[in-house]
T-cell receptor
Framework: QKEVEQDPGPLSVPEGAIVSLNCTYSNSAFQYFMWYRQYSRKGPELLMY????GNKEDGRFTAQVDKSSKYISLFIRDSQPSDSATYLC????????????FGTGTKLQVIP | GAVVSQHPSWVICKSGTSVKIECRSLDFQATTMFWYRQFPKQSLMLMATSNEGSKATYEQGVEKDKFLINHASLTLSTLTVTSAHPEDSSFYICSARFASGGPQGFGPGTRLTVT
């Protein structure tokens, strides 16, 4: 079993839809949670990061962490074609953001 | 996240030659940088942690004599792929954290093709 599981997709949605991206994990020591967006042939771009459980909102993006279920989510409201990319969840333990474990990424396509 | 640059963005080399990839932190000092490798349709795999002024820490299974890492200053880390072979063809990405902590910011990546 992988430490971090993420549905690879692809996930296709119409423009304007609400997108839900999810990851599950098995390591209860994870306390720092991140979401990165990666366009084809580019390095990952940090979208959101949270510590421990709870919600965090930034514009059209909302990150949720449920440590009791070992489940994290990223919601994208009013999705745009420019949101089409691969979304990687990532997490690390109490050492901070030093050693990060990544999910395999979910490829998202927003259709105009 | 941190602002990080990489050079070159794409390199093609012949089997048996060595290739150097540079990673720079643009507007901050990075005591620690990280090197990742990403194969097509796969996630990022940490290769090594580069610490300024000391030896790099390599992940299990990564050959330290093949992937030479040098972190000579607070703004520059280099990865040299020695005696490259076609199986080393991959997307190499570096990242860095601000010295005060926080999540890693990634460089744009270097695509290496070994023929």
């Amino acid at each position: 079993q992988k430490e971090v599981e993420q549905d690879p997709g692809p996930l296709s949605v119409p423009e304007g839809a609400i997108v839900s991206l999810n990851c599950t994990y098995s390591n209860s020591a994870f306390q720092y949670f991140m979401w990165y967006r990666q366009y084809s042939r580019k390095g990952p771009e940090l979208l959101m990061y949270t510590y421990s459980s709870g919600n965090k909102e930034d514009g059209r993006f909302t990150a949720q962490v449920d440590k009791s279920s070992k489940y994290i989510s990223l919601f994208i409201r009013d999705s745009q074609p420019s949101d089409s990319a691969t979304y990687l969840c990532a997490m690390s333990d109490s050492g901070g953001y030093q050693k990060v474990t990544f999910g395999t990424g979910t490829k998202l396509q927003v259709i105009p | 996240g941190a602002v990080v640059s990489q050079h070159p963005s794409w390199v093609i080399c012949k089997s048996g030659t060595s290739v150097k990839i540079e990673c720079r932190s643009l507007d901050f000092q990075a005591t620690t940088m990280f090197w990742y490798r990403q194969f097509p349709k796969q996630s990022l795999m940490l290769m090594a942690t580069s610490n300024e002024g000391s030896k790099a820490t390599y992940e299990q299974g990564v050959e330290k004599d093949k992937f030479l890492i040098n972190h000579a200053s607070l703004t520059l880390s280099t990865l040299t792929v020695t005696s490259a072979h076609p199986e080393d063809s991959s997307f190499y990405i570096c990242s860095a954290r601000f010295a005060s902590g926080g999540p890693q910011g990634f460089g744009p990546g270097t695509r290496l093709t070994v023929t």
